[in-house]
């Protein structure tokens, strides 16, 4: 009769197995998610990065910016601090112990398996004959009337072999034994059924057993359990989809609904709001009013000791995450005035520029060496990064208060900042030709990330501003913009530290597209992150020649349907430096809605007009319809041609807009 | 308890207590009624059309026909004074009359005035009154240009620029915006160096 039992791991044979399976089940898929974000993040060959810029210069801060961009300690800094990576490194090491620990045990065979073969010593493709000559050889061997002078635990060995080797030519030869073989694993029918739990006996059975088990369970089901789902909870509850504090987001929401229009915004407002985030206050565990006293400070370059220094610059650098959940929620109170000053506060932060008083030279007073504005010259009439690439280096001296020797490379900088130039920007429907009412647009454009330094227009070919409708394009009309590489602007400002958290918010383009009518945002605010800056390297032969200009392509998916009539539409489309000074750029945007062009001739899968002599005929004619006659046929062929001329008619019309030309 | 009392002798609510966001709400309760009782009716009249008080408007047209002609005589600073009375006198009607007739007076007073801050060469001035023109009237293309000129001569032409666009978005065919737009649009390229 079978008996039911359970079997402790008590040669570590199997819980291993058990344990390097659920190590592996965490640590597979946490290493990818690891990886795949270092590489996105880092990895070269997906970023669009300008040669590295080396400047000679350091703001007075310059030892706790680099101390929290870890660039000093060449990336120790940010190895040590993330809490992933030393998991993954300690489950690595556990995953290769228990590898180890698996390889060094021996299995033991287990006496409970039954394989004929091996006993008998021969292969599994072995003929009933060559079977039975070595049943014949072995059983000679082993058989116990043979067993003359052994001791008697020998003879019971051999005995238990004798009887295995009948056993085994038995399931090979005989019928009903092979068919127990076969059902149970064992020629004498069913076994005994075995359980086996992958723990060692100790935590089990034994004096220690249940107080262990018994602790084990409390801690995974009282407190583990609970504990993983309570922090779970408490995340989603405190936090919004974008991971803004909810007190964050509701600060910032009371802002805007009770914020009165008569009151202007500027970045002093935009900070007393930011100051409010718990986010920051948490992370510092300051007042509001002390980190409104930091940001203020990070605006006007007031530098303190290094204590409080780094302090400064940590509250600084969570800024642009908590300006980005600011303009999330703006944008859907459709607050285009609020999200643009929350932008520009970010760049001014970024910067370290107080626009107050010196809006004029705001773009200067982001070059390096240029440390106060008292510094700048009145008398030279520049005010612009275009214009400065255009003087020479005494007079860029002059101009920004600096000694010459650093004039090339405030010329340097200057023109390695990006800004946009917009080739071509139009409202697309997939398939369409025209854009039609009520239907899911968005915006296309083609643009070129530049250096303020080249001039004038690029010769680029018709063909590069071109896109090919094809099945795939028509499925998913972005993967062309995801196919591009993370943009990574350079330079960095020197008085703001990019980190690994806010790379994403400090690099690229907001884009906010508002309706002229009552200037308020049409849709939520995006980002242009993807891109080219090859661009930034050309020489202006190169720019102007356009041969070997990348051509960045832009889309924005507009996510409420064009207006149901048809008629012009007018948008502002603004592009919005996340970092930095002057390479915003604002363009008129018409929408064209029109019903699509009506095709007459659908082709083959129209219903023909029914014959003139058929039922079908005579009803038509009835009710006033188009009837075939007989002789109609020889025009088909010339209508035809006539219909598919009216069709290329429309796909001619243009819905662009014209190209601008002009751009900061 | 309420955080508010009500002063029999003024007559007037009074906020008791730290609730700066209820003061704003207060003071207009405070200015209506009090315009209710100075008004002597039981109940005001309708805010209709007929019901609005004409003697003020001929009072403030006499005004504005004045600064007008201060205009145009050069005396620009006189002009403004005028205007800046006229436009007081107006805010001050009873609130309790036809919002809508108020408002196009008070618009008459601050297009002369942004006019007159502009050839005064105030432009801070014009551009105020401008702004506060697009946001009561934006669908009017001359409200444009008169914050874009003023934006203009302030040096912030990418502002400007965008003024103009938006102004021709109402009006595509107008060509005093036009030739504003194609203006800025080359003042931007000199101030960048591409010319």
Not at chain 1, 157 to 181: G, M, P
Request: overall charge negative; charged content about 25%.
């Amino acid at each position: 009769m079978a008996r039911v039992e359970y079997d402790y791991d008590e040669s570590a044979e199997t819980w291993p197995y058990f344990v390097i399976t659920l190590l592996a089940v965490v640590l597979v898929p946490t290493t990818i998610s690891y990886v795949s974000k270092i590489w996105s993040r880092s990895s070269s060959g997906r970023k669009a990065q300008v040669k590295k810029y080396a400047t000679s210069f350091k703001a007075s801060n310059h030892d706790q910016v680099s101390q929290l961009t870890g660039s000093k300690g060449s990336g120790n800094y940010f190895l040590f601090s993330d809490k992933t990576l030393v998991f993954l490194i300690v489950g690595w090491s556990l995953f290769l112990y228990v590898g180890y620990v698996i390889h060094t045990t021996e299995l033991v065979a287990d006496a409970n398996v039954f394989d004929p073969w091996e006993i008998l010593n021969i292969d599994s493709s072995a003929t009933e004959k060559q079977i039975k000559s070595v049943y014949r050889k072995l059983s000679l061997k082993f058989h116990p009337d043979k067993l003359g002078s052994l001791s008697d635990e020998e003879k019971e060995d051999v005995e238990t072999k004798f009887v295995l080797i009948n056993k085994a030519y038995k399931a090979l030869t005989d019928e009903i034994t092979k068919e127990n073989f076969l059902k149970y694993g064992h020629p004498d029918g069913p076994q005994s059924v075995t359980h086996g739990i992958a723990l060692p006996k100790f935590l089990v059975d034994g004096k220690l057993a249940s107080p262990v088990l018994v602790v084990i369970y409390i801690s995974m089901i009282a407190i583990a359990l609970p504990f993983v789902v309570a922090k779970w909870w408490d995340n989603v509850r405190s936090h919004t989809r974008h991971g803004l504090h909810i007190k964050t987001a509701a600060a910032f929401s009371s802002y805007i609904i009770n914020n009165n229009p008569a009151k202007l915004i500027n970045t002093e407002t935009i900070i007393e709001l930011i100051s409010k985030a718990e986010e920051l206050k948490s992370a510092t565990n300051l007042s509001s009013e002390e980190i409104e006293e930091l940001l203020l400070a990070q605006l006007n370059r007031v530098f303190f000791d290094s204590k409080k220094e780094l302090q400064k610059l940590k509250v600084v650098s969570l800024v642009p995450k908590l300006i980005n959940g600011l303009v999330d929620i703006a944008a859907t109170f459709r607050n285009s005035e609020l999200c643009v000053k929350a932008i520009e506060a970010q760049r001014y932060l970024i910067q370290a520029v107080n626009p107050t008083g010196c809006s004029d030279i705001e773009q200067l007073l982001q070059l390096p060496f240029v440390e106060k504005k008292e510094q700048v010259s009145k008398k030279i009439p520049v005010h612009t990064l275009g214009k400065l690439t255009t003087i020479s280096d005494g007079e860029i001296a002059d101009l920004v208060g600096i000694d010459k020797k650093n004039a090339a490379e405030v010329r340097s900088v200057a023109s390695s900042i990006p800004v946009i130039k917009v080739l071509k920007a139009e409202f697309k429907i997939p398939g369409e030709s025209v854009v039609t009412p009520q239907s899911n647009a968005h915006i296309v454009v083609k643009l070129l990330i530049k250096s303020p330094a080249q001039k004038g227009q690029a010769k680029v070919d018709d063909e590069k501003l071109e896109e090919k409708e094809t099945f795939e394009s028509l499925r998913d009309p972005f993967s062309i913009v995801q196919d591009q590489p993370v943009l990574a602007c350079l330079p960095e400002s020197p008085y703001f530290p990019v980190t690994v958290e806010n790379s994403e918010y400090v690099n690229g383009w907001a884009v906010l597209l508002t309706v002229q009518r009552d200037g308020k945002l049409a849709d939520s605010v995006d980002l242009l992150t993807r891109g080219s800056l090859s661009n930034l390297e050309l020489s202006q032969k190169a720019y102007s020649d356009g041969e070997e200009v990348q051509v960045t392509t832009y889309k924005l998916k507009l996510n409420s349907p064009t207006p149901p009539t048809p008629g012009d539409y007018h948008f502002k489309l603004s592009f919005k430096s996340l970092s930095y000074l002057g390479s915003d750029l604002d363009i008129p945007l018409v929408m064209k809605v029109q019903e699509p062009p009506k095709v007459e001739d659908a082709g083959v899968y129209d219903i023909e007009d029914p014959e003139e002599d058929s039922i079908a005929g005579a009803m038509a004619t009835l009710r006033g319809e188009k009837v075939k006659t007989a002789d109609d046929d020889d025009d088909d062929s010339a209508s035809d041609e006539e219909d598919l001329e009216i069709e290329s008619d429309f796909t001619d019309i243009n819905t662009d807009t014209e190209d601008e030309g002009e751009d900061k | 308890m309420l955080p508010f009392s009500y002063d029999v002798s003024s007559k007037k609510l009074k906020v008791t207590g730290d609730y700066a966001d209820l003061e704003y709400d207060i003071q207009q309760l405070n200015t209506l009624s009090g315009e209710i009782l100075a008004n002597k009716a039981d109940v005001p009249s309708p805010p209709s059309k007929e019901s609005f008080d004409k003697k003020l408007s001929h009072m403030a047209q006499k005004l504005h026909e004045s600064a007008v002609s201060n205009i145009k005589t050069g005396k620009y600073p006189e002009a403004i004074k005028l205007l800046t009375t006229g436009l007081e006198m107006v805010n001050r009607r009873p609130k309790y009359e036809s919002f809508q007739m108020t408002l196009s007076e008070m618009t008459i007073f601050i297009v002369t005035r942004a006019d007159a801050y502009m050839m005064n060469g105030d432009f801070e001035g014009a551009f105020n009154d401008a702004d506060l023109l697009v946001t009561l009237l934006p669908s009017i293309p001359d409200n444009y240009i008169r914050r874009g000129v003023a934006l203009f001569k302030m040096g912030r032409y990418v502002d400007a620029k965008n003024n103009f666009e938006r102004g021709l978005s109402f009006d595509p065919d107008n060509a005093k915006l036009k030739k504003e737009l194609d203006f800025v649009l080359k003042k931007i390229d000199e101030e960048n160096g591409e010319l």
